[in-house]
């Protein structure tokens, strides 16, 4: 959680919008993902039968079970939020998002991140709008999720 001065609760340094720099890389943990978490959320949040029963799940586009790419985009965000310190947190203004591959239980995820513009504001010189190119791999390096954020970014002593 992003403290008001700039630190996050745990002492670690988050960043305004005039610490980073485009080129500035984030990393983030790994997050395993199994059947349970995949049939849970998709019970909740998206109940399709492909992403719910391994037999249809098999017949269908997938050819197996599959995790919501909602389920994918709510683990990145969690990834995101833990390693991408901007002061403030992670406000959004919008989004492209594509899933390349489908997630499966037995994945093993993690999110880099790269800084790809910055745009400060010509009428609100206290932030500016920075965009965050967010990848999601797999254990084996592919990429099952593509997210590129716009999100708002305060001065120091803007927020």
Do not use: C
């Amino acid at each position: 959680m992003i403290g008001v001065k700039g630190m996050a609760e745990d002492g670690a340094k988050t960043f305004y919008l005039d610490d980073v720099a485009v080129g500035d890389r984030y990393l983030s943990r790994e997050y395993p993902l199994d059947t349970t978490q995949i049939k849970d959320f998709a019970r909740n949040f998206d109940p399709q039968p492909f992403h719910l029963d391994e037999d249809f799940a098999a017949g269908s586009f997938f050819g197996g079970l599959a995790a919501s790419g909602w389920h994918t985009a709510a683990i990145t965000m969690r990834l995101m939020v833990e390693s991408v310190p901007l002061a403030g947190g992670l406000i959004g203004a919008g989004v492209e998002l594509s899933w390349p591959r489908p997630t499966r239980p037995g994945d093993v995820l993690h999110v880099e991140s790269t800084i790809t513009a910055i745009a400060p504001s010509r009428s609100k010189p206290d932030r500016g709008i920075v965009t965050l190119q967010s990848d999601t791999f797999n254990q084996n390096g592919e990429a099952v999720q593509k997210l590129v954020s716009r999100l708002l970014l305060f001065r120091r002593g803007g927020e």
